[in-house]
């Protein structure tokens, strides 16, 4: 506690000497436990997803990694596939090199295969996730696994820093049932990464501290929780609408929200939605980015290309 214009031991020598109280009055107590309340983070830009064309000829919609955002620190991409065409979406993504970064895969309908050139693989059907930290460098491919019906799911890039940039590769394969599902003031939460109401997300280790949230409103369903003080936060609203922020800014089904300063993740739906909301710790770094390389500088993506050239990318 401290006074704003005098100490405790004037106020005492005050009231001995009878000083009427109008002469000290208006020096005020300010005390830490009336500090203000929690503040909504509002929306601070609204992006909408472009439709690209990525792998061998998927459709797909970029809602992060454009020219309208080319990232929000740590993050670095945000994709969506969304069809019931298989013409959009069988190509898939054959063999390609990846370093310095890390991508999480989440399918919400439909099922991926996974090879590397580590000898690794996996399946990625309904509500799985992987998190992939690319590290020093990895070859893989995902391919889908059907012929017809809706292929559904996202890829989601998140930056290293330049001291885990060069890290051994390594895998969180997370199977449907160990992502946490939760109740939270009106929401339906599928939890990746993170903490909520005490539990924590199956995804663990990650340097930038991130958090990942699939959440599920119904009509004129809210939900109110802390942000990591200094992350930096998105939400992408995939179906529906969603009011955020305590202005209420209306965010539809294939825009994100970057949220500005604050304290709290405040979303609520008038008619129902559902979104992804992310958070993270920024970097803070120089960002040099070619393709599937992202390093800090430009020697260092050169040196990336020809480590992939000579086969020296993997298993460093």
Not at 248 to 270: I, K
């Amino acid at each position: 506690m401290s006074l704003g214009c005098v100490d405790r031991r004037q106020v005492v020598k005050a009231l001995a000497l009878g000083v009427p109280a109008a002469g000290w009055a208006a020096c005020r107590i300010d005390s830490p436990a009336a500090a203000r309340p929690p503040r909504p983070r509002e929306v601070a830009e609204l992006v909408d997803a472009q439709p690209t064309l990525e792998g061998a000829g998927v459709r797909l919609r970029r809602a992060l990694g454009s020219r309208a955002l080319p990232m929000l620190d740590p993050f670095l991409l945000l994709d969506e596939i969304h069809s019931d065409n298989p013409d959009d979406y069988l190509r898939g993504f054959p063999t390609h090199p990846h370093r310095g970064f890390e991508t999480v895969t989440y399918v919400l309908d439909g099922a991926m295969d996974h090879r590397d050139s580590l000898g690794n693989h996996g399946h990625l059907g309904p509500g799985s996730v992987q998190w992939m930290t690319a590290g020093h460098g990895i070859v893989h491919a995902e391919m889908p696994q059907q012929e017809r019906g809706r292929m559904w799911g996202f890829q989601l890039w998140v930056n290293l820093p330049a001291a885990a940039k060069l890290m051994r590769p390594r895998y969180q394969d997370i199977a449907p049932s160990r992502v946490v599902e939760t109740t939270v003031d009106d929401a339906a939460v599928r939890l990746v990464a993170g903490e909520l109401a005490g539990r924590r997300g199956p995804v663990e280790g990650i340097v930038t501290a991130p958090e990942m949230l699939d959440v599920t409103l119904g009509a004129r369903g809210r939900l109110s929780r802390p942000l990591p003080p200094g992350h930096n936060a998105f939400v992408y609203v995939i179906e529906g609408t969603a009011q955020i922020g305590g202005a209420r800014a209306q965010v539809s089904a294939g825009q994100l929200a970057v949220l500005g300063a604050g304290d709290l993740l405040a979303v609520r739906s008038d008619r129902g939605g559902r979104m992804l909301c992310l958070a993270a710790r920024p970097i803070g770094e120089p960002v040099a980015r070619y393709g599937p390389f992202v390093m800090n500088t430009d020697d260092e993506l050169r040196q990336a290309v020809e480590d992939y050239r000579s086969g020296r990318l993997v298993g460093g």
